[in-house]
T-cell receptor, first 113, second 113 residues
Framework: ELKVEQNPLFLSMQEGKNYTIYCNYSTTSDRLYWYRQDPGKSLESLFVLLSNGAVKQEGRLMASLDTKARLSTLHITAAVHDLSATYFC?????????????FGAGTQVVVTP | DVKVTQSSRYLVKRTGEKVFLECVQDMDHENMFWYRQDPGLGLRLIYFSYDVKMKEKGDIPEGYSVSREKKERFSLILESASTNQTSMYLCASNLEGPNQPQHFGDGTRLSIL
């Protein structure tokens, strides 16, 4: 059974500083997704990582994938209040294209001045 | 933009009732998914459908059934609601293909009294 572990589960950030969220998974997969969820809202797709060494960046967020280590990281540069949200990673469980995802528990991020 | 619409944001039902949650997507997506989201557990897959009238069980199908009579609509049915089904329910859809992120609806917060 595929397990996806995120850490930390809660992250208090100071504005202007850099932080990293880690996503470990237990079996082979080369497709990993990052989502963001604002309080009371639905999930928004941030990144799709499809191969070993993939790196995607959008604004202050950068995600990378190391399939050999079964690890993805979401790096936040110079945190700002707008980045307060819960971040989920999700790993594709199948080799076909149905997109059955296994989600991590989520990392709740709070950015304070 | 992809639009996934869930029929209710909030719903209160009684134990033993049959409950229907509706989801409609407007982008002709082949795949549709139902998840429940509980604090600390992330999202757990209940059922998914990869075509009209086709469905497969996810991780926690017990107590639920689904219906997909038309491509755009995917219904989740609680056959006899119980208090442990109180949760946030999220519907998602995506195109067939290995790198298609899922697009989520706003969720239905269901309370079973």
């Amino acid at each position: 059974e595929l397990k996806v572990e995120q850490n930390p589960l809660f992250l208090s950030m100071q504005e202007g500083k850099n932080y990293t969220i880690y996503c470990n998974y237990s079996t082979t997969s080369d497709r990993l997704y990052w989502y963001r969820q604002d309080p009371g809202k639905s999930l928004e797709s941030l990144f799709v990582l499809l191969s070993n060494g993939a790196v995607k960046q959008e604004g202050r967020l950068m995600a990378s994938l190391d399939t050999k280590a079964r690890l993805s990281t979401l790096h936040i540069t110079a945190a700002v209040h707008d980045l307060s949200a819960t971040y989920f990673c999700a790993v594709d469980r199948t080799t076909d294209s149905w997109g059955k995802l296994q989600f991590g528990a989520g990392t709740q991020v709070v950015v304070t001045p | 933009d992809v639009k996934v619409t869930q029929s209710s944001r909030y719903l209160v039902k009684r134990t033993g009732e049959k409950v229907f949650l509706e989801c409609v997507q407007d982008m002709d997506h082949e795949n549709m998914f139902w998840y429940r989201q509980d604090p600390g557990l992330g999202l757990r897959l209940i059922y998914f459908s990869y075509d009209v009238k086709m469905k497969e069980k996810g991780d926690i199908p017990e107590g639920y059934s689904v219906s997909r009579e038309k491509k755009e609509r995917f219904s989740l049915i609680l056959e006899s609601a119980s208090t442990n089904q109180t949760s946030m329910y999220l519907c998602a859809s995506n195109l067939e293909g290995p790198n298609q992120p899922q697009h989520f609806g706003d969720g239905t917060r269901l309370s079973i009294l």
